[in-house]
């Protein structure tokens, strides 16, 4: 079989990690893959110069992943048609709230047969309800999609630290292929069959991620944080029975589950967030711009949506936490009522 082409959809921080990763895994095997990785990046400039240009030139992404090298096969593509044209398989890492713009644009330009994943952590909201990025951009593009979440902060792997992660395929072929595609001596990847409850899990963890920082700003310790990881977890199980029934217990122990709940409550973005959402009174937007400077949280977004859905069924009393993270967010709750939120929490009951 001929090699097969990687186009990559997203160059932000996470994109930026796995974009090195791949960059050398298909170099390692000739056979499978060709050696040429197109990036679609979305362009900007910085220090007065195009992004792809610097990225091109200097083999670094200054903006979104600075201090790494990234692989001089990976090729920065300011245009998304060009970019996925010709593509076998395409991984998709942008923000999700670009996801359907950007398949929009690629819709009528995927090679037959092309299989996709998504390394995405995040939900949209449709006429039809809360929908899985994966589903969307099958259905936009008509291709199978797998999904990969783990605990995988972007700079950790990028520096080649240690870690696991969780493929979901549906499919034994594609998820082996993109198995072969990511894994390393320092990023290993377990496959399941459990796709949606991967997916989901990558979503949710971001809510119950700043619940961790929102106890670092008021100032509790690592048992309340505990307690929120496992509330978190529990209300994470639950809403995969209310809205994802057939989810299997297992996949919330792989690193897409409590792995990667541990990893975003000690040392993720969004957890950053729920701290400085208690230290300040900046608006999130405003936050993003400080903290960020450019990055994304996708955190409020998400609990944004999952209230929606919980509104929508009439469910809010059943994931306080998930509820009380939101409200926060919006400014309506005081963040010192979250300990009572806990406290109360229908697990106790
Ligand atoms: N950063 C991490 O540690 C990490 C780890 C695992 C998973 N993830 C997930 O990966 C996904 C992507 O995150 P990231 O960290 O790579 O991105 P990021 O937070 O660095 O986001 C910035 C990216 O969004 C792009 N962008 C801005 N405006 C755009 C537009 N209008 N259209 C298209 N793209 C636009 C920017 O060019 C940049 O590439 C998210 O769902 C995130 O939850 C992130
Ligand atoms: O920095 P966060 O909070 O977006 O989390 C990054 C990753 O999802 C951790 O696995």
Redesign the pocket.
Known sequence: MAPKSVCIV????????IAKIIGYNVQRQPDAFEKKVKMY??E?IVDGRKLTEIVNTDHENVK?LPGIKLPENVVAIPDVIEACTGADMLVF????Q?VK??CEQMKGHIKPGAVAIS????FAITGGGIQLISHIIAQELGTECAVLMGA????EVAEEEFCETTIGSKTDSTGQLFKDLVETPYFRVAVVKDADTVEMC?ALK?VVAIGAGIVDGIKQGDNTKAAVIRLGLMEMIKFGEEFFPGSRRNTFFESCGIADLVATCHG??NRMLGAAVVESDKTIQELEKEI?K???F?GPLVAREVCSMLEEKGLCDKFPMFVAVNKICQRVMDPKLFISCLRNHPAHL
């Open positions: 997203g160059s932000g921080n996470w994109g930026s990690a990046m979305y900007e979104y890492v942008l923000p999700h670009f713009k950007v390394m995405i952590k995040g995988n902060l972007a700079k990558g971001n993720g973005r960020l450019g990055q994304s996708q």
